[in-house]
Antibody, heavy 121, light 110 residues
């Protein structure tokens, strides 16, 4: 069965960086794009960016351009999201989610369990 | 950043039918399909509807979706206590070249 398992919760100081991993299993890793979405407390889901797991190409939301880097390790079937220059507003749960497309319809069919990143001095 | 608009809280009694709306624009809902996600407290979102009105296997047929123009709706019939959750709509946005999400609608089963 498809599973996305993320790394554990992190506590960081303002200005630091955080790197969250997302280990995929149960399917061919390079067949699906991986997206990263975050959710601040009580807020909507916010898209951060995605990676083509086949060729490594990335696309980032303008809201995070210059601060976020998404990478993948195909041998480890793992995607990573690194966010730099952390500030208190970055306190959120970060999710990886697999994008699937079928008959012209694309959607996020599997989600990681989420990683809480707390930014506090 | 483009976003989709959802109403704030919704509520219903067991057995009732409720509808949650989602409004977008020509660059997202108007030109791409809509998906819906259910988020139970403290858990990750779960795909509920894709392709405007398709249900993944395992999702009860009490859940249905529709789309017209730049708006979409999620209907839940035969409301049950376990349906109490936050519901999010999403669509790809051609201007953003990425997905946009609604603000979420918290559904309470009275």
């Amino acid at each position: 069965q498809v599973q996305l398992v993320q790394s554990g919760a992190e506590v960081k100081k303002p200005g630091a960086s955080v790197k969250v991993s997302c280990k995929a299993s149960g399917y061919t890793f390079t067949n699906n794009a991986m997206h990263w979405v975050r959710q601040a407390p009580g807020q909507r889901l916010e898209w951060m960016g995605w990676i083509n797991t086949g060729n490594g190409n990335t696309k980032y939301s303008q809201n995070f351009q210059g601060r976020v880097t998404i990478t993948r390790d195909t041998s480890a079937t793992t995607a990573y999201m690194e966010l730099n220059s952390l500030r208190s507003e970055d306190t959120a749960v970060y999710y990886c989610t697999r994008r699937s497309c079928s008959g012209g319809n694309c959607y996020f069919d599997y989600w990681g369990q989420g990683t809480l990143v707390t930014v506090s001095s | 950043q483009s976003v989709l608009t959802q109403p704030p809280p919704a509520s219903g009694t067991p057995g009732q039918r409720v509808t949650i709306s989602c409004s977008g624009s020509s660059s997202n809902i108007g030109s791409n399909t809509v998906s819906w996600y259910q988020q139970l407290p403290g858990t990750a979102p779960k795909l509920l509807i894709y392709g405007n009105n398709q249900r993944p296997s395992g999702v009860p047929d009490r859940f249905s979706g529709s789309k017209s123009g730049t708006s979409a709706s999620l209907a839940i019939s035969g409301l049950q206590s376990e349906d109490e959750a936050d519901y999010y709509c999403a669509a790809w946005d051609d201007s953003l070249n990425g997905p946009v999400f609604g603000g979420g609608t918290k559904l309470t089963v009275l």
